[in-house]
């Protein structure tokens, strides 16, 4: 697993994908925070401490919308479309440790790409700006397990098309319905809004943005990302059995 | 060292091989020979773990592919067709990525390294990234990863093709070189290739065997193999009688003022010769032409008889 780790952080970093994304994510979340930091000087009034975090961290999540289905467009398509795939089957690794080695490989970019907007709340220390450190860190928790099934789910995605536009398109729809899923309450009855809302990955992110865990929300949030790794699994070994190159 | 009894494989409604079997003894080289799309590439899969059979077992070192594979994949190097690869990391990235993804211990995996490198004299090559190398470079590359771990089986499926006269005869060489310890399956549909580098060939077309046997055994296998000319100082209906009586001369013709026959092999040869002379009559020419692999190939392919080329 390990090797397959390191294999996606060389194709990451040398095909220059990693640095695209990660730079694109840091400049679009400087931009929020700089007008999210404008917004709360200049209207006053809020809380600052945590009022100003509860909008940068959904307007991160929403840059990661667009942004993460890119990390995973490749990993398998690329592998199906070069025929590298069946020479990943002809050494003794199994299924499992392909897909999550692909997946932690993601996850490390996921985090190098969050860590560095740990400088705007470190920014407003330094100007004494009152920073809720504790409310801050569940947010970026929130905003990790969020990524991560969203990782998760655009794996899944990849490993059932050679083409990698496709992988991301699809990927970018799909999260995209996980959280307009709910918006229309008008046109279903309660019973199925409160099923939808159970199912939607946004909602599960309001209390992590709010600097609250709630555990279940973990939980949805990881066996959300173990339901699409497993269902990878079973894709690929389905694809095996079939025996289509 | 491979055994592979009753293997079919079928990809839905379509049966890519059907009832195939042969052994292979360990350190022979086998040459795999048939036409495009005749089960050679499933076969080699299946014997490499990628896919399981749809029924029969395919066995490496004793080791089911099917239910050890694990085991059996540690003993084998599989050269896929094109030799896919990953453009944008370096020779040498990509073998170490290799010898990790086979679990090489770590003490060894430098080492290992180095050494296919230096098997497939890719040392000048090690630093630039495999995407931007000539095909002969990357079949290369292919063989290296396929040799990391210096398993005791290679499974090389056309390692020759795509490449221009200079580099099949390198990647020829390289192969020629890797026989003796090693057990090797190398397909291709290039006859004159197989029966200089494969001590044995499986002949296959449409999913199933239709000969097996040594380059020059299989020419036997096919009556008239041989075509002979004779000429003699003989009365010509006496010599045409005489041969004709003679079991294994067929097709008697007279061309060119010699005379023609097919026969089964060189028994027949002598067996000609030695009447010829004892009916005093003077012999003034006996050549023999083999059937080309070429022709044998056509032919047990297109006579379509599998009992006739099976033993």
């Known amino acids: ?88 089957w002809t050494y003794p690794l199994r299924d499992v440790e392909i897909v999550l080695g692909k997946y932690l490989a993601s996850l490390l970019v996921l985090l190098l790409m969050l860590a560095p907007t740990l400088v705007f709340p470190a920014l407003l220390t330094q100007t004494n700006a009152p920073v809720a450190i504790g409310a801050l860190l569940a947010g970026y928790l929130g905003l990790f397990l969020l990524g991560a099934a969203f990782l998760a789910c655009g794996i899944l995605v990849s490993a059932l098309t050679d083409s990698q536009v496709l992988a991301a398109a699809v990927t970018f729809s799909l999260l995209l319905l996980f959280w307009v899923m709910t918006w229309n309450e008008a046109a279903v009855g309660a019973p199925v809004l409160s099923v939808l809302s159970h199912l939607s990955l946004f909602d599960r992110f309001y209390v992590f943005s709010r600097g609250g865990v709630d555990t279940r929300d973990v939980t949805f949030l990881l066996l959300f990302s173990a339901v699409f790794l497993a269902w990878t699994v079973l894709a690929l070994g389905s694809r095996r059995w079939r025996g289509v190159k | 060292m491979i055994e592979v009894a009753h293997l079919t494989k079928e990809f839905g409604d379509f049966t890519a091989v059907r009832d195939v079997s042969f052994t292979i003894a360990p350190g022979e080289c086998v040459g795999f020979l048939g036409p495009n799309g005749a089960g050679k590439t499933t076969t080699m899969r299946v014997i490499a773990g990628i896919f399981p059979p749809t029924t029969g077992t395919v066995r490496v070192a004793g080791h089911d592919v099917q239910r050890e594979p694990d085991a059996a994949r540690r003993l084998v190097g599989y050269f896929p067709e094109n030799a896919p690869y990953y453009p944008e990391m370096s020779v040498e990235e990509y073998l170490a990525f290799v010898a990790r993804a086979k679990r090489l211990p770590r003490g060894v995996r430098r080492a290992e390294v180095e050494r296919v490198i230096g098997a497939t004299s890719l040392g000048e090559m090690r630093r630039r990234l495999v995407g931007k190398l000539s095909k002969g470079f990357r079949q290369r590359v292919g063989l290296a990863q396929a040799l990391l771990g210096d398993p005791q089986v290679l499974i090389l499926d056309e390692p020759t093709s795509g490449l221009d006269p200079e580099q099949v005869a390198d990647i020829r060489e390289l192969v020629k070189g890797l026989r003796g310890q090693r057990t090797i399956i190398f397909s291709s549909h290039i006859l004159s290739e197989v029966s200089q580098v494969a001590q044995r060939v499986v002949i296959i077309n449409r999913g199933r065997v239709v000969a097996e046997d040594r380059p020059e055994g299989l020419a036997r296998r096919i009556e008239g193999a041989v075509t002979v000319h004779l000429r003699a100082e003989a009365p010509e209906s006496e010599l045409r009688a005489l041969l004709s009586a003679i079991p294994g001369v067929h097709d008697l013709a007279v061309t060119d003022g010699r005379l023609r026959f097919h026969a089964r092999d060189d028994a027949v040869v002598r067996e000609v010769s030695r009447a010829v002379t004892a009916q005093g009559w003077i012999l003034l020419e006996l050549s023999r032409d083999s059937l080309s692999l070429e022709e044998i190939f056509l032919r047990l392919v297109h006579d379509g008889d599998p009992a006739r080329g099976a033993a």
């Open chain 1, 1 to 88: 697993m390990i090797a397959i780790i390191r294999k996606e952080l060389v194709s990451y970093f040398s095909s220059l994908l990693a640095w695209v994304v990660i730079t694109l994510f840091l400049g679009v979340s400087g931009f929020y925070f700089y007008s999210n930091l404008s917004f709360f000087l200049l209207s006053g009034g809020f809380d600052v401490a945590r009022g100003l975090w509860q909008f940068q961290l959904h307007d991160m999540r929403q840059i990661m919308v667009s942004l993460l289905p890119l990390l995973t467009m490749r990993l398998f398509a690329e592998e199906r479309r070069l025929g590298t795939l069946e020479l990943l």
